[in-house]
């Protein structure tokens, strides 16, 4: 079974930039999450998704993050502009789990490191 | 807001040596508990969770976790580790009625040949 897949690996940007983050769940997965991870921090959830539907974005700075799952597949995370303090690994995880209520085991991805210059 | 804590940030132990890390959550109702391993250039994994009965939980690879209500702490054990098992640990908890789970910040794990 393939897993969660992530692109790029590595991205460095200037700051004001803008990037964009790719994720492709396992097949037939209900929920996708992307999360940032700061060095020496653990993963912070960012926004979830059921389907193509937003489960939950609170913590997502709506002012310069923005995500999307087109046809409840794929999801792209978009930053712009970009901060110094964005630097992160940025993960994509998915689980089975219809619910939405993240209960299900969750398959991460190897994350995208994100520099900001 | 729910909050996690790891005191251990990073251990070290030989093989053979037992193992326990701590994991502590401020949030007093109905939780979900799990820990998540990243071994050197893996992804992050799911080690074990606990949702609800037996307060002691076994996962893979021969780790185990205790919850303790009263304590307010989900503990990681291990009676004898491996090199292989040298990873980074996060704790995570989902309070009742959330959609966010909030991880701890991890610990680091070194294990010695």
């Known amino acids: 079974e393939a897993g969660v897949a992530q692109s790029p690996r590595y991205k460095i940007i200037e700051k004001r930039q803008s990037v964009a983050f790719w994720c492709n769940p396992i097949?037939?997965?209900?929920?996708l999450y992307w999360y940032q991870q700061i060095l020496g921090q653990g993963p912070k959830l960012l926004i979830q998704?059921?389907?193509?539907?937003?489960?939950?974005d609170s913590q997502l700075p709506k002012d310069r993050f923005s995500a999307e799952r087109l046809k409840g597949v794929d999801s792209t995370l978009k930053i712009q502009p970009a901060k110094l303090e964005d630097s992160a690994v940025y993960l994509c995880?998915?689980?089975?789990?219809?619910?939405?209520?993240?209960?299900?085991?969750?398959?991460f991805g190897p994350g995208t490191r994100l520099t900001v210059l | 807001a729910q909050s996690v804590s790891q005191h251990n940030h990073h251990v070290i132990l030989s093989e053979a040596a037992s193992l326990e890390l701590g994991c502590n959550y401020s949030?007093?109702?109905?939780?979900?508990l799990f820990w998540y391993v990243q071994y050197p250039g893996q992804h992050l994994q799911l080690l074990l969770k606990?949702?609800?009965?037996?307060?002691l939980v076994k996962g893979i690879k021969g780790f185990e976790a205790e919850f303790i209500k009263s304590k307010f702490s989900f503990n990681l054990r291990k009676p004898s580790v491996q090199w292989s098992d040298t990873a980074e640990y996060f704790c995570?908890?989902?309070?009742?009625?959330?959609?966010?789970?909030?991880f701890g910040r991890g610990t680091s794990l070194i294990v010695h040949p």
């Open positions: 995570a908890v989902l309070s009742g009625g959330s959609y966010i789970p909030t």
């Open positions: 097949s037939g997965h209900a929920t």
């Open positions: 949030y007093g109702g109905t939780v979900n």
């Open positions: 998704f059921q389907n193509n539907g937003v489960v939950d």
């Open positions: 606990y949702f609800s009965g037996d307060p």
């Open positions: 995880a998915s689980s089975l789990d219809g619910s939405g209520r993240s209960t299900d085991t969750q398959y």
